[in-house]
């Protein structure tokens, strides 16, 4: 018995010694050697968002990078907490007519510059024709989230828009029927599980331990770059529902059924502001892969949208002009379901197409 205590004593006190040896050399010698980018880009991260009254939003005022996957890129929003950059509208442009853009991290941008994302280039575009165009998309939003956000961010700016663009997301049906209700005070509240609070945001001790541990740097930096690869990018329910039945049944009609719901309370407002609402539906690398071109979530909208006088973009189709191994590769980031610059390209060259150019 005293050998084994010997042994464990021996174990505990050489590793005791490693980390301690780790630590000086991490915060002494390794400084100048080791890439920070990183970890200023985490720390982007977790600055990025603050609660809201409709859930959650972008934190104002920031100007930071961000990292998503291996991808570190520039991000910057504005002081009404919309991602802007180049081209963004500001406090000169509010007497421009002012349109908005909705949706989740696909529009937000995640993995890309503004400027090189698809909200960024209509912005950009937009400009030209001296019309405002505000990015509203955040990550993990849906339509339970659209209206109120569009409606708040009306009285943010104190312009009513006069076109709204709404990129509905194949997540976001999920969103509706599992993830966001709506609380008896009229919020968006996630189900079955508390609301997470500003502090267990801001609560990082995996991070903590990275910066501090060259060991665990090492560790985790393999991991990032060893998980992003491209069976990552498909295999997603949120992604297969439009055409697995089962799927389908379980949540996929429940959740159509309720983001219809939600989007007719933003086409409602429009009404009453006198707007266009522009719905437009666009891929994932599942959809690719199982060749789902005359998608479920092509036709429903379509019918709806059809049904409400909504104008309707297919930003489908134009994934499916090349073979499915060249079009992920081309279009989708490695080991992710979003975007490259091309994927952002060819969805804003597809909207402003339907538009025929004009904002």
Same mark, same amino acid.
């Given at each position: 018995m005293r050998?084994?205590f010997r042994? &464990? ?7 005791a010694i490693?980390?301690?040896?780790d630590a &000086? ?6 400084? =100048? ?5 990183r970890?200023a880009?985490?720390?982007?991260n977790r600055?990025?968002y603050v609660?809201a009254?409709?859930h959650?939003?972008?934190?104002p005022?920031q100007?930071?990078t961000? &990292?998503?996957?291996?991808?570190i +890129?520039?991000?910057k929003?504005?002081?009404?907490g919309?991602?802007t950059g180049?081209?963004?509208?500001g406090?000169a442009?509010?007497a421009w007519?002012?349109i ?9 941008a995640?993995g890309s510059s ?8 209509m ?11 505000w990015?509203l =998309?955040?990550s993990?939003y849906?339509p ?9 961010a009306?009285e943010?700016? =104190?312009?009513?828009?006069?076109e ?5 997301d194949?997540?976001?049906i999920?969103?509706?029927?599992n993830i +966001?209700r709506? =609380?008896?005070?009229?919020k968006a509240? &996630?189900?079955s599980?508390?609301e ?5 945001w ?17 560790l985790? /930096?393999t +991991?990032?770059s060893?998980?992003?690869?491209w /069976?990552?990018?498909?295999g997603h329910?949120?992604?297969r529902?439009p055409?697995d039945q089962?799927?389908?049944?379980n949540?996929g009609?429940r959740g159509l059924?309720?983001?219809?719901g ?5 086409v409602g407002?429009?009404?009453?502001w006198q707007c266009?609402v522009t719905?437009v539906?666009y ?5 690719i ?7 479920l979530?092509?036709?429903h909208?379509?019918d709806w949208?059809a049904a ?9 189709a134009?994934?499916f002009?090349?073979?499915? /191994?060249?079009?992920?590769?081309r +279009?989708?980031?490695k080991?992710d ?10 969805i804003?060259?597809t ?6 150019g004009?904002?």
């Open positions: 050998k084994a042994i &464990v004593g021996t174990i505990l006190s050489i590793g490693t980390l301690f040896l &000086v050399v991490t915060a002494t010698l390794l400084p =100048g050697v080791i890439n920070t980018d970890d880009a985490e720390a982007g600055r990025a609660h009254d409709y959650h939003d972008i934190f005022g100007d930071m961000r &990292v998503w996957g291996r991808i +890129y520039p991000w929003s504005d002081r009404y919309f991602r180049t081209c963004g509208p406090e442009e509010k007519p002012a908005f853009v909705i949706g989740d991290s696909f529009v937000e995640i503004y400027e090189q994302s698809f909200a960024g280039l912005a950009c575009d937009a400009a030209k024709q001296n019309k405002a165009m990015n =998309g955040v993990s849906s339970i989230i659209y209206w109120r956000k569009v409606k708040a009306a943010k700016i =104190g312009r009513k828009p006069s709204v663009y709404v990129f509905l194949l997540s976001d999920e969103d509706e029927a +966001y709506e =609380g008896p005070d009229g509240l &996630v189900k599980k508390p997470p609070s500003r502090d267990n801001d609560a990082d001790p995996k991070h903590w331990v990275i910066r501090r541990f060259t060991t665990a740097r090492l985790y /930096d +991991y990032v060893a998980s992003f690869t /069976d990552r990018s498909v329910d949120r992604g529902r055409f089962k799927l389908l049944e949540w009609r059924e309720i983001a219809g939600n989007l007719d309370k933003l407002l429009c009404r009453g266009r719905l539906v891929p994932w690398p599942d959809s892969v199982a060749k789902d071109r005359d998608s979530q092509v036709r909208w379509r949208s409400r006088g909504v104008r309707f973009i297919d930003g489908f134009p994934f002009k090349e073979p499915a /191994d060249a079009t992920m590769r +279009y989708y980031i080991g379901v979003h975007f490259t610059a091309a994927g952002n390209q060819l804003y060259e909207v402003r197409q339907a538009v025929d004009k904002w």
